[in-house]
């Protein structure tokens, strides 16, 4: 039933410099309506203000495109988590190191699949099919679900480089 329940997908994006991005949304939307809150093709005329933030948006959606502004090793911004975290499916394309972070079979990775059109083919798979999208919606984030010592690390970093900026 949670399945059936959530709106198709969700779109978020304020420039319009990923030419890529821009190009995937309009082929799936080829298939089905994305509603679409940002500043690019904002279709869903919601009031942004009143947002705390993307996953409280994502939560009503069974996918959430995802693709980054940039395709380089070590850039994964919070577009991916952001939609993990909502419970929705992530359409990722982006750093290709993702998989150092993340278990890429825990959501729609374009280098898993090569093509915007075979990744097409997969979100109408599980589109249609409400099990198999639960069963893949529930697969773990982290391999052997436990959140590798990169993003620890990371965390540390961030959290070290935030004290310096306060202390100076």
Same mark, same amino acid.
């Given at each position: 039933?949670?399945?059936?329940?959530?709106?198709?997908?969700?779109?978020?994006?304020? %420039?319009?410099?990923?030419?890529?991005?821009?190009?995937?949304?309009?082929?799936?939307?080829?298939?089905?309506?994305?509603?679409?809150?940002?500043?690019?093709?904002?279709?869903?005329?919601?009031?942004?203000?009143?947002?705390?933030?993307? %996953?409280?948006?994502?939560?009503?959606?069974?996918?959430?495109?995802?693709?980054?502004?940039?395709?380089?090793?070590?850039?994964?911004?919070?577009?991916?988590?952001?939609?993990?975290?909502?419970? %929705?499916?992530?359409?990722?394309?982006?750093?290709?190191?993702?998989?150092?972070?993340?278990?890429?079979?825990?959501?729609?990775?374009?280098?898993?699949?090569?093509?915007?059109?075979?990744?097409?083919?997969?979100?109408?798979?599980?589109?249609?099919?409400?099990?198999?999208?639960?069963?893949?919606?529930?697969?773990?984030?982290?391999?052997?679900?436990?959140?590798?010592? %990169?993003?620890?690390?990371?965390?540390?970093?961030?959290?070290?480089?935030?004290?310096?900026?306060?202390?100076?």
């Amino acid at each position: 039933k949670e399945a059936e329940k959530r709106k198709f997908c969700a779109f978020i994006v304020s %420039s319009n410099s990923s030419r890529e991005r821009i190009d995937f949304f309009k082929k799936l939307s080829g298939y089905k309506k994305i509603d679409s809150f940002g500043k690019v093709f904002n279709n869903a005329m919601a009031d942004v203000k009143k947002w705390k933030n993307n %996953s409280e948006i994502f939560k009503n959606y069974k996918f959430v495109i995802c693709f980054e502004n940039s395709f380089a090793d070590e850039y994964i911004t919070e577009k991916l988590p952001n939609a993990m975290l909502a419970n %929705s499916i992530p359409i990722y394309r982006g750093g290709p190191n993702v998989g150092k972070y993340f278990d890429t079979k825990s959501f729609i990775n374009y280098d898993d699949y090569g093509s915007h059109d075979a990744m097409i083919e997969k979100i109408i798979e599980l589109d249609k099919d409400d099990r198999a999208y639960l069963k893949f919606l529930g697969r773990p984030w982290f391999r052997r679900k436990k959140m590798p010592s %990169s993003i620890k690390n990371k965390e540390k970093e961030l959290i070290n480089f935030y004290k310096r900026i306060i202390s100076s």
